[in-house]
């Protein structure tokens, strides 16, 4: 699994709904990052961390917001869920920044009806 | 801006063939550049980087990749195609100069290989 696990792996929700992704991560990484992917859309990224306590808006933050309060855990947490906001949510880990791989989760298949 | 762009959304090879998925990148400053994998219903695995020296990459699983500066590409290889080679396949870049290792993906190129 990379070293990284995301709960839950699917979830519906419902328009206003709220939620929070889940991602932990074992190799004490100091990066990470949550992904979304739409079908033919290749993956946006919607925020990233450099370390606890640091993190920054990717290419497609709204709706969204993250806290890092440890090494290990980036949870994403969808405040009002909205359609547009159907997708598959990777997180992945990396210990450098540019030059390293990405390590990815599973995902979470999230559908807002 | 920084951008990658992965001309085919599917390549359809016979087993044994050799197959080429194609990447083009378009990024201030020097490249770094990834190729993952993505099987049904599971995250993306990393198959090779191009971070400097040779221009020829082998990765992982018998590919590899040329990374051609002035053509802006970074085209997947394989000699011989397998059918566990069908599969999603993304191309990403990051900045060199940036110290955050945000990627920036293609949109995928699905590689069908028949028996």
């Known amino acids: 699994n990379a070293g990284v696990t995301q709960t839950p792996k699917f979830r519906i929700l419902k328009i206003g709904q709220s939620m929070t992704l889940q991602c932990t991560q074992d190799m004490n990484h100091n990066y990470m990052y949550w992904y979304r992917q739409d079908p033919g859309m290749g993956l946006k990224l919607i925020y990233y961390?450099?370390?606890?306590?640091?993190?920054d808006k990717g290419e497609v933050p709204n709706g969204y917001n993250v806290s890092r309060s440890t090494t290990e855990d980036f949870p994403l947490r969808l405040e009002l869920a909205a359609p547009s906001q159907t997708s598959v949510y990777f997180c992945?880990?990396?210990?450098?920044?540019?030059?390293?791989?990405?390590?990815f989760g599973p995902g979470t298949r999230l559908t807002v009806l | 801006a920084q951008s990658v762009a992965q001309p085919e959304d599917q390549v359809n090879v016979a087993e044994g063939n050799p197959l080429t998925v194609k990447c083009t990148y378009s990024?201030?400053?020097?490249?770094?550049l990834f190729w993952y994998v993505q099987y049904p219903n599971r995250g993306l695995q990393f198959l090779l980087k191009y971070i400097t020296g040779d221009n020829l990459v082998k990765g992982s699983y018998g590919f590899e990749a040329e990374f051609n500066k002035s053509q802006t590409s970074f085209h997947l290889k394989k000699p011989s195609a397998l059918v566990s080679d069908s599969a999603l396949y993304f191309c990403?870049?990051?900045?060199?100069?940036?110290?955050?290792?945000?990627?920036?993906f293609g949109q995928g190129t699905t590689l069908q290989v028949k028996p």
């Open positions: 992945a880990h990396s210990t450098l920044a540019a030059t390293d791989t990405q390590y």
């Open positions: 990024v201030s400053g020097n490249p770094y």
């Open positions: 990403a870049v990051s900045r060199g100069s940036s110290n955050t290792g945000k990627l920036i």
């Open positions: 961390s450099v370390g606890a306590g640091i993190t």
